[in-house]
């Protein structure tokens, strides 16, 4: 049996505001609910009207130091379509119960992306 946990969060890149997001970085915290080694996420840029490049996006187990790269096709920097979603390759990772994983997600656009 495969247990799945879902969360999502939308990702756009508002193009139209300016100068709000000059640390080019957006962090979420995520607590989760399940033991697991492996976890993957899928990134949505739904709203957005032009492509959101990532620079990076990173998970880390909360009070713990090893930082991971969530890469997208074996790539950690890479693009979201307009009006699309992505699903990030897997990840090995081990989480437990209880666990917050801490997000981190860096952009060099200047608007606002609403991941994290």
Do not use: C
Request: net charge negative.
């Amino acid at each position: 049996m495969t247990t799945v946990i879902s969360w999502q969060q939308t990702v756009s890149n508002f193009t139209n505001i300016y100068n709000l997001n000059q640390a080019h970085q957006q962090v979420v915290q995520i607590k989760q609910g399940l033991t697991t080694n492996k976890v993957r996420f899928s990134i949505a840029n739904d709203f957005g009207n032009e492509a959101l490049i990532i620079e990076r996006l990173t998970v880390q187990i909360f009070g713990q130091d090893l930082v991971t790269v969530v890469p997208i096709a074996g790539n950690a920097h890479f693009g979201i379509p307009a009006h699309q979603r992505v699903w990030s390759d897997w990840v090995t990772l081990a989480i437990h119960a209880g666990d917050w994983l801490t997000l981190r997600l860096e952009s060099q656009a200047d608007s606002p992306q609403s991941l994290m």
